[in-house]
Every structure is written in C-alpha cells, then in structure tokens.
C-alpha cells in the first residue's frame, strides 16, 4: 500500500491508469442507503457504482468489480482512496492485488487528498438526490 503526501496533482496522461474510490450516504424516510464510486481521473467517467444499506466492503467491492469487469486488464493502474475501514480490508486490498492494482491511500483527516472523489460525489447528492428528493 502507498502512502500518499498530500498536495499531489492527481492527473493521468490516459484513461484507466488512475482511479478514485469513495463512499456517501443518502438519508431516505426508511434509513440510509450508502453509495460507492469508481471515478476514472483521465475521463472523470464513473466506472463503477454500487447502492446498498449496508456500509459492509462488498459495496466498494461490488463497484470495483463493476469497473473491473468494463476494464478487462488493470494490470499497471493506480487505485486511490481514502482511509476508509472498507478500502483497507483484507479482502478489498486482495482484490486490488489480484488484479494487479497498485493501491494508494490519502492523508487522515484530509478530504483534498481524494479531491475528485468528493466532487463526483458533491456532484451526485446536488444533481441526483437533492434534485429528486425529498426521501
């Protein structure tokens, strides 16, 4: 696992060589429902999403799955996160290895450090949930 400086320059010369995970929550009538993304710095595309009720790593790891599957060969790719408990599990991490990722993780308590992660997510909750709501 790299750790990451803060203050880097998050730029990929093409698409899939770097790739931004996070996770959000929605709050609906019935609870929450947490949200994962992949984002594809190049394209800034969201290549992997997955919705769940549960905070357990399968929600991360269905969306890595998911743009694992568009991917094909990620051998040489660069996944970076924060240093959330799901990013940092065993069976996330194995995952990442198998595939030949190399995983990269940010500062504590520094939401810069995963900048584009955040936006996509800003992104999501003012165009997609607060557009919609209320839930």
């Not at 394209?43 to 991360?60: E, F, H, M, Q, Y």
Request: aromatic letters at 12%; charged letters at 25%.
């Amino acid at each position: 696992m790299v750790r990451q400086k803060s203050h880097r320059d998050f730029t990929a010369e093409a698409p899939n060589r770097l790739w931004v995970a996070d996770l959000t929550y929605v709050r609906t009538k019935s609870g929450f429902v947490y949200v994962a993304f992949v984002t594809d710095v190049f394209s800034r595309n969201i290549v992997g999403w997955c919705a769940s009720t549960s905070l357990k790593t399968d929600l991360p790891l269905n969306a890595l799955e998911q743009a694992l599957y568009a991917r094909e060969d990620a051998k040489g790719l660069i996944h970076h996160s924060d240093r959330g408990s799901q990013y940092l599990s065993i069976r996330y991490t194995d995952r990442l290895s198998d595939a030949g990722i190399k995983p990269s993780v940010g500062s504590v308590g520094y939401p810069f450090d995963n900048a584009l992660a955040e936006t996509v997510i800003g992104l999501y909750k003012t165009e997609v949930i607060k557009r919609r709501g209320p839930w």
